[in-house]
């Protein structure tokens, strides 16, 4: 019997409990040591453009990298710091200092948690297409502009946060361009685009780091290193401290753990689907929840900053032959060795070069062509694109993902209530169009003079259901009975069940009989708990419409008939 629910089972204990083949195993070995190699430049450049100092991206990577693949729901997710939350980071560091960052990212590993727990997996991933490559190109627009400086090696001590004053900065500096750094970060970025043509096997950005360090070094030349501004990289983990933390500490930094915890989970749950796509397997997107949120907790404990599901990292690990998270415990003890026996030597690393590197990670985040083919789509997905996409460049990352959610949400619900419609059975027998020809599941009995019948089809949710109330108040003549033919009606919501209880208490009031037919279990049960079969008398609903039909005519047989004109 099993300890945990299978959605709660972390994809190690199940994969150890299958069995892992020695063939398998040395594959997941071989990737697990190219991603750690591939990781390190990364870590190194994510920390550095989040504002923070080296060794935090590659304390990230170790600690959280480990405990996402120990814990995760998914077999090749690789885990540590990512391009998506340089803003973030940014933004809380100016506000908050590292120290706050540090608390925030603690808090945020509790929230992930919660969000697993309450098996949100299951819903996070149905955020809109345009709403993600709208707020993913604004972040690779903002991480490229955060690279401006050290791509042209300009002399700028303090860089703007907001986008605009940024660029006017960056534009009052350029006549100071360095242009052998500006050469080195172009060279990185060729060499970086290119190298896949000569082998796949080794990473392309690590090739460009290397050959610019030597060049930078043999030559001495005048171009900044991570030596040169942070000093020197720390060859030790520290001691794990838990983050000091009162109520008045909670309430300044909620809302930045919530942003964290927020694209930490949606860019988790994107890699993993990315990755189910690329290996035909199948990710628990609740247990991953949870995993990252441990991951955040161990990562704030060490000192980290936040890390999530990297999607580059992750489909280098499955094009490498990676397939259980032992690849990905692999590239976190790689990158501690890296740390513990390489860290004086990383420290030579030009900033150009890392500039560079980051360059071609915001041009493949960006994926511009999805972004230009989205704009050809429907008006209303392009609305949604531009508005997130403008709001993350300008204003807030999280401002954006809220407004794009609810817009997104509203053009779903208008379209949800234009794709209901409440017809009378005159209209169903007419052809609403010159030519066009109704096709019927069966043949509807004859129906008595004084009866209307109404057919719904599609959901009765708030968005639909004022159309409903229109269309069944404003009828010229009050019929003795109203059948609602319900068969197709696959939900109703609280303001459904609150206007159809409306419209039974004002046409009974009014002297009108209303019949309900073939509404399904799940409709029927709600109707029942509202108290709408007591209002209309439960002789009054029937599975059948011939059923209501024989109904009508018992009723009609009982009272005065009060015949429409």
Same mark, same amino acid.
């Given at each position: ?68 693949? #120990? *814990? &995760?729901?998914?077999? +090749? /997710?690789?885990? %540590?710091?990512?391009?998506?939350? @340089?803003?973030?980071?940014? $933004?809380? !560091? ?115 780091? #290397? *050959? &610019?360090?030597?060049? +930078? /070094?043999?030559? %001495?030349?005048?171009?900044?290193? @991570?030596?040169?501004?942070? $000093?020197? !990289? ?116 030009? *900033? ?214």
């Amino acid at each position: 019997m099993a300890l945990f629910p299978k959605e709660f089972t972390p994809k190690l204990f199940s994969i150890l409990q299958a069995g892992i083949t020695k063939k398998q195993f040395t594959k997941d070995i071989i990737s697990g040591v190219i991603v750690g190699i591939v990781a390190l430049p990364l870590a190194i450049a994510f920390a550095i453009a989040s504002g923070v100092s080296p060794e935090k991206g590659l304390i990230t990577a170790v600690i959280a990298g480990f405990v996402i693949s #120990v *814990l &995760g729901g998914s077999r +090749v /997710q690789i885990g %540590g710091p990512t391009g998506a939350f @340089i803003v973030i980071v940014y $933004g809380i !560091i100016e506000t908050h200092g590292v120290a706050g960052l540090t608390i925030a990212t603690f808090m945020a590993g509790f929230i992930i948690i919660g969000f697993g727990l309450a098996r949100f997996g299951n819903y996070l991933k149905f955020i809109p297409y345009p709403l993600i490559v709208g707020f993913t190109s604004g972040i690779a627009l903002i991480i490229f502009s955060s690279q401006i400086k050290d791509l042209f090696g300009l002399q700028i001590d303090t860089v703007p946060a907001d986008f605009v004053e940024k660029w006017i900065v960056f534009a009052n500096a350029s006549g100071q361009i360095n242009w052998i750094a500006f050469g080195i970060a172009l060279s990185t970025i060729v060499i970086s685009l290119n190298f896949h043509r000569i082998s796949r096997k080794v990473p392309g950005s690590l090739v460009a780091i #290397v *050959l &610019g360090t030597i060049i +930078v /070094q043999y030559f %001495g030349l005048p171009v900044e290193t @991570i030596e040169s501004r942070f $000093g020197e !990289i720390p060859n030790r983990l520290s001691m794990p401290t838990i983050p000091s933390i009162d109520f008045a500490t909670i309430q300044s930094l909620i809302q930045p753990a919530i942003a964290i915890a927020l694209l930490g989970s949606i860019e988790s749950l994107l890699s993993a689907v990315v990755a189910d796509g690329m290996t035909g397997g199948r990710h628990r997107s609740n247990m991953e929840l949870v995993a990252q949120g441990m991951a955040n907790i161990f990562s704030g404990l060490f000192g980290g900053i936040p890390a999530t599901g990297a999607i580059a990292r992750t489909a280098t690990n499955v094009k490498n032959g990676g397939r259980t998270p032992i690849a990905g415990i692999t590239h976190a003890i790689v990158l501690l060795l890296i740390m513990l026996l390489f860290a004086p030597i990383a420290k030579l690393i030009p *900033l150009a070069t890392l500039a560079g590197i980051l360059v071609v990670v915001a041009w493949h985040m960006g994926e511009w062509h999805h972004f230009f083919a989205l704009m050809k789509s429907n008006y209303m997905d392009v609305i949604v694109l531009l508005t997130t996409f403008l709001l993350t460049v300008f204003f807030d990352l999280i401002i954006a993902i809220e407004v794009g959610m609810i817009m997104a949400s509203f053009i779903f619900m208008k379209r949800m209530s234009e794709s209901t419609s409440i017809r009378d059975v005159a209209s169903i027998f007419s052809p609403i169009e010159s030519g066009s020809e109704a096709l019927f599941e069966e043949e509807l009995p004859e129906i008595p003079k004084g009866v209307l019948l109404y057919e719904i089809n599609g959901p009765l949710f708030f968005g639909a259901s004022q159309k409903f109330q229109e269309i069944i108040s404003d009828l010229n003549h009050k019929p003795e009975i109203l059948i609602l033919r319900m068969r197709h009606v696959p939900f109703i919501d609280a303001t459904g069940i609150h206007r159809l209880k409306e419209i039974c208490t004002q046409l009974i009031a009014s002297g009108t009989s209303v019949i309900i037919s073939g509404v399904n279990h799940d409709v029927k049960s709600e109707l029942l708990k509202a108290g709408i079969y007591k209002l209309i008398d439960k002789h009054n609903v029937h599975d059948h419409i011939a059923s209501a039909i024989e109904r009508a005519n018992e009723i009609l047989s009982k009272k005065k008939p009060r015949f429409l004109d």
